[in-house]
């Protein structure tokens, strides 16, 4: 009777074992959310990757460069570093630039010395395009205001994921015109360039 007990007991438990096997699956689901990335800035150095491009301009504080020691008598491009764009988002990106001349105020007249903004590509992915350079024309200084330039479109960006380009950037100013005119002595000239990036 006993072992009766046992095979029955046993073949309950198999039955139950499978009888559970039979159950429905059930799903894990897993979901992620990826940010947009953008990056963009000034840079003494050639930034010739994505990573180093995203390492240097996402530092606090970084973007922002000043040049130093530009000859307005000179005739030849000088080189004044680089502009650096990284972006992941998926709306496209546009980066303008606006330029203002060279100026200085002395006793109280101001002086203006215009100058050319040439940009050429230097590194990068193809579905980032460059714009039309120059931007500006190099021309003999003045005493009143010439104004900024028009924002000029430098980079385009098409496609979606990683979209990445360095800028080689340089002026060239009227050297031989400027010295004519008789630039005053002065160590104050200054000017900008802002990029600014929109996305839509």
């Known amino acids: 009777m006993k072992k009766i ?79 650096n764009l990284y972006t992941t988002g998926n709306a496209q990106a546009t980066v303008k630039f606006t330029t203002t001349p060279m100026r200085v105020l002395i006793d109280t007249t101001t002086y203006y010395v215009p100058y050319e903004l040439k940009f050429v590509a230097s590194s990068g992915l ?17 005493t009143s205001d010439p104004g900024s330039s028009d924002d000029t479109t430098v980079l385009t960006t098409t496609s979606n994921g990683l979209r990445w380009k360095t800028l080689a950037l340089s002026v060239k100013f009227a050297g031989a015109a400027n010295e004519t005119f008789g630039l005053p002595e002065s160590t104050g000239y200054q000017g900008t360039i802002i990029a600014a990036v929109t996305a839509q």
């Open 126 to 142: 193809s579905n980032v395009t460059v714009g039309t350079s120059p931007i500006g024309a190099a021309t003999v200084a003045v």
């Open 5 to 83: 007990i046992a095979i029955l007991l046993v073949l309950s438990v198999m039955f139950v074992a499978f009888a559970a096997s039979g159950v429905g699956s059930t799903t894990l689901t897993l979901q992620a959310e990826v940010a947009e990335k953008l990056y963009h800035g000034f840079t003494a150095a050639d930034n010739t990757t994505a990573d180093a491009v995203k390492s240097e301009m996402s530092v606090s504080g970084s973007g922002n460069r000043t040049v130093t020691a530009l000859d307005l008598e000179g005739t030849d491009y000088q080189s004044i570093g680089y502009y």
